[in-house]
């Protein structure tokens, strides 16, 4: 039988999967705590108990999610950069293990109020992927690193909404090719 505590973590847990399906699914402003409750199979009085508003909610959903990505390739995030046939395959494979929260990201850049609320939980998210590119580029002596960063990753944004909403999109080309233009930067 689980400890209270067990059965605090999973309810906790519950409501945030619900809360990254259906933020990514209907969006942010049309996904009520309600429907989170329901969804999650608990209470909506239990809901705010961990979360005192759906912008807490929000911002819980984006650090754990956030939290998976770096265990991911905490590896890759850890080591010296320098060589791009690792690292950028590493940050489509994210994109491939959570479409979900990837949809959830780029939808929330696109929405104005609610980036503001959750604009710090996205930028510690990017500021982790700048600097592993800007450090890429340092060691491959490439000039203005954090512009080519800033490039690279665009094309990276770019590609990963294209997986995302492509069923047939050609990706292990495409990043193939991301891959050997950029080594020649």
């Known amino acids: 039988m689980p400890t209270r505590e067990e059965q605090r973590e999973q309810s906790q847990n519950s409501i945030i999967e619900a809360g990254l399906r259906l933020f990514s699914e209907n969006g942010f402003g049309s996904t009520s705590i309600r429907q989170i409750a329901k969804e999650a199979g608990i209470s ?4 705010y108990n961990y979360f005192e ?3 807490d909610l929000l911002k819980s959903v984006i650090q754990e999610c956030r939290m998976d990505v770096v265990t991911s390739f905490q590896e890759t995030l850890d ?9 950028i395959p590493a940050v489509f494979a994210q994109v491939e293990a959570r479409p979900t929260f990837w949809r959830l990201v ?9 980036l503001i609320a959750v604009r710090q ?3 510690e998210l990017l500021s982790l992927i700048y600097s592993r590119l ?6 491959a002596d490439a000039p203005n ?5 800033r490039l690279l990753f665009a094309a990276i944004v770019g590609i990963s909404s294209q ?23």
């Open 44 to 47: 909506l009085g239990l809901v």
């Open 53 to 55: 508003s759906k912008e």
């Open 79 to 87: 080591q010296d950069v320098t060589d791009l046939d690792e690292f």
């Open 106 to 114: 780029y939808m929330i850049r696109f929405q104005h109020g609610i």
């Open 121 to 123: 939980e996205i930028d």
């Open 134 to 139: 800007e450090a890429y580029f340092r060691a």
């Open 145 to 149: 690193p954090v512009a080519n960063a």
């Open 163 to 185: 997986m995302l909403t492509e069923p047939d999109y050609p990706d292990e080309m495409v990043i193939q090719q991301l891959i050997e233009t950029f080594k020649g930067k």
